[in-house]
């Protein structure tokens, strides 16, 4: 067998037991074995010939970096790797739960009007009740109707309706004949009929 054949030997099996310790808990034991492989490799390289020491010594200087960032990259998708590095939360599952956020979040698709204009904050009033909300970044003006889109802890967000979306009042007409006084309507008190 060639000399030269065990230091190229030494420098892969320091790489294979470097992969070794993404996959199995040595506590070190494995990178130790790895760093004394790659160092041996490159100690017989340079007791064969200096061209081949310094080809190991350069292939585990830039090498190896590479390989360790390429390893970490593809890591995480590995089965052991999904076990340690758990995916980040949404957003969403950081904020507690509490009955009020589920009343928010239960308007979402909700209409409502604005109390007063939304610069892009208000008050929107949903039934009745009155909400702390945030306009999706447009101007709204007082008694518009809006959409609610998304909740953000205890604001609100809304949009606001188009002249085709907007729902149809049926008391609107009720309450200004109501609102009149009588003599505006037309109708005598004391003509008889």
Known sequence: MNTWLWPVLLMLTGLMLAILELFFVSHGILTLLSLSAVVASIVTGFMYSTGLGVALLLTSVFGIPAFVILAVYLWPKTPVGKRVMLPAPDERETVPDNPRLRELRALIGRVGKTKGPMLPAGVVVIDGR????????????????????????????????????????????????????????????????
Do not use: C
Request: glycine letters at 4%; hydrophobic letters at 40%.
């Open 130 to 193: 009155a909400y702390d909300a945030v306009s999706n970044g447009f101007a709204i003006e007082a008694d518009q109707w809006v959409r609610v889109v998304d909740v953000f802890g205890s604001w609100v967000t809304v949009r606001a309706l188009e002249k085709d979306e907007q729902p149809v009042d049926e008391t609107a007409e009720d309450k200004t004949w109501k609102e009149k006084p009588i003599t505006d309507l037309g109708l005598d008190p004391f003509a008889q009929s």
